[in-house]
């Protein structure tokens, strides 16, 4: 749910609030899931995230996943 809300807001902010977390919680959440899959998803900077390539593959496999569940 969190790669899910990050990809669509693509800001740490954003999507912390939508998710009732702190942007830290966020953001280790999504540093603990980069570690797992042993590749970087977001391009972080002071304006925001940017997906990476392997991201934008991934969005549609885990969006259809949660949309399911």
């Not at 009732?20 to 959440?29: D, V």
């Not at 797992?36 to 995230?49: A, K, M, P, Y």
């Amino acid at each position: 749910e969190s790669f899910i809300y990050l990809y669509q807001e693509q800001n740490i902010s954003k999507a912390s609030e939508k998710l009732y977390i702190s942007q830290q919680g966020l953001s280790r959440q999504i540093q603990a899931l980069e570690s797992e899959l042993g590749v970087i998803l977001f391009n972080r900077s002071n304006s925001g995230v940017e997906p990476t390539n392997v991201c934008k593959l991934l969005y549609s496999h885990y969006k259809r996943m949660y949309d399911e569940y």
